[in-house]
C-alpha cells in the first residue's frame, strides 16, 4: 500500500516539477507514472555504484557532487523516456533539486500519516 501510494505521489510530484519549472516537461500522468518508477529505478540500482565509483570527488567536493549524480540520474531517466522531457543538465540539476524536495516533503507526510 506505502509503496503505490509513494509510487503515485512521486508522479505528482514530477508534475509539480513540470508545473513550476519550464526546463522539465511531463506529458500526461502515464508518463509522470512511468517517469517516477524509471528515476526510482535508477535510484535504487544506479546511485550507490555511482556514489560508491565517484566516492574521491564526493569527499573532495564535501559531498557537493552528489547534487551532480541525483541530475544526471534525473537526465538519464528523460532519455530513456518518452514524454518525460528535460532541457539540459542544469535544468536537470534544478529539476532534480525541485523533486527531491518535493519527495522528502511526500515521505515526511506519509511517514507520520500511517503511523497513526
Avoid: H
Wanted: charged share 5%; aromatic share 12%; hydrophobic share 70%.
Amino acid at each position: 500500500m506505502k509503496l503505490i501510494l509513494t509510487w503515485l505521489l512521486a508522479a505528482c510530484a514530477l508534475l509539480v516539477v513540470a508545473y513550476l519549472y519550464p526546463g522539465v516537461q511531463v506529458q500526461s500522468f502515464t508518463s509522470a507514472l512511468i517517469a517516477a518508477a524509471v528515476i526510482g529505478l535508477f535510484n535504487a540500482v544506479l546511485r550507490p555504484i555511482l556514489v560508491i565509483l565517484t566516492l574521491p570527488v564526493t569527499i573532495i567536493t564535501l559531498g557537493l557532487f552528489l547534487f551532480v549524480i541525483n541530475a544526471l540520474l534525473f537526465w538519464a531517466a528523460a532519455s530513456v523516456l518518452n514524454g518525460f522531457r528535460v532541457d539540459g543538465f542544469f535544468a536537470a540539476l534544478l529539476g532534480s533539486l525541485i523533486y527531491s524536495v518535493l519527495m522528502l516533503v511526500v515521505n515526511t507526510a506519509l511517514r507520520s500519516v500511517l503511523a497513526r
